[in-house]
């Protein structure tokens, strides 16, 4: 997966304080003249000291100044942008079947780039260490928080599905500090999942966002597991918009199958015979 600088600053913003946004807001406003800055002349256009410019490119993994410029650059790349092709009552069978694959694949490839391996790492630290695991979703969310349910469970987690938004903010203030919860939201923007993870996060539970970036549940949490959304999806919800969301579950449970020294940590043992009884002929 490709290291994208602007876009890790760009998922980060939200997070950055004081001289560090100052930073931020010039390479994000402008990174074709900063990229031709030198340090001191970066330094000065963010009011800020040469040093607190190292930090920052060490922030995002950065060796030194001239690497920071080159993987800055490397982010100016021209992309191409997210193609997604709308089903309309003119196609056949076929067109309709080939633009379901096409518009998954480049949502599926638009993710590789912008996923962020690190956050990753640390919501899979949290869930290890958790006594308990909410897992918190509204609408078709549900169905990604009761998949998640379903491979942690079969991991030998403790967690559970919280449904409708009552229950969930009647459970959120009752978490405790050894407790994580996790919310599911495509826009982020759901009032009572935001209003939840404000409780939970107020009670010493940590809080997991699995949302687009900059939204206010991402703001809220204290960690955010960004998926943006390629889509316009304001007035309609297009059929590829959980995909990605079903990869970051995915890629939750290979880290914790690694961390819990797994021989095949992508793969999950089955269930028990009893339990998927099925014909043998």
């Not at 890790?8 to 990174?31: K, M, W, Y």
């Not at 410019?53 to 993987?71: G, H, I, M, P, T």
């Not at 069978?93 to 912008?114: G, M, T, Y």
């Not at 919800?237 to 990605?244: E, H, W």
Request: net charge negative.
């Amino acid at each position: 997966m490709r290291n994208d600088l602007l876009r890790r600053i760009a998922l980060e913003h939200p997070s950055l304080t004081g001289a560090t946004l100052r930073i931020a807001d010039v390479l994000l406003s402008a990174p074709e003249a900063a990229l031709k800055m030198s340090m001191a002349e970066l330094s000065e256009a963010a009011q800020t000291s040469d040093p607190t410019v190292v930090r920052f490119f060490r922030r995002f993994d950065c060796a030194d100044y001239q690497d920071f410029k080159v993987r800055l650059g490397q982010g100016l790349i021209p992309q191409a942008p997210f193609d997604y092709e709308a089903i309309t009552n003119a196609d056949t069978p076929e067109s309709v079947c080939s633009k379901i694959v096409n518009n998954s694949l480049h949502a599926i490839q638009r993710f590789a780039r912008d996923v962020d391996s690190a956050a990753i790492e640390r919501a899979t630290q949290y869930l290890i260490d958790a006594k308990g695991i909410f897992l918190f979703g509204l609408g078709i969310s549900e169905t990604i928080a009761f998949d998640a349910e379903h491979k942690f469970f079969r991991l030998g987690l403790h967690c559970r599905v919280v449904l409708e938004s009552q229950r969930q903010l009647l459970l959120a203030p009752t978490l405790r500090n050894d407790e994580v919860a996790v919310f599911f939201s495509h826009s982020g923007s759901t009032k009572s999942l935001v209003m939840a993870a404000a409780m939970a996060k107020g009670k010493g539970a940590v809080t997991i966002a699995i949302c687009a970036p900059g939204s206010r549940l991402a703001q809220t949490c204290d960690l955010t597991v960004a998926v943006p959304a390629y889509e316009n999806t304001e007035l309609y919800t297009p059929l590829t918009a959980r995909i990605n969301h079903l990869l970051v579950v995915n890629m939750l449970v290979a880290m914790l199958g690694l961390r819990q020294g797994r021989e095949l940590p992508d793969n999950l043992a089955a269930l028990d015979p009893w339990f998927t009884d099925k014909f043998m002929d």
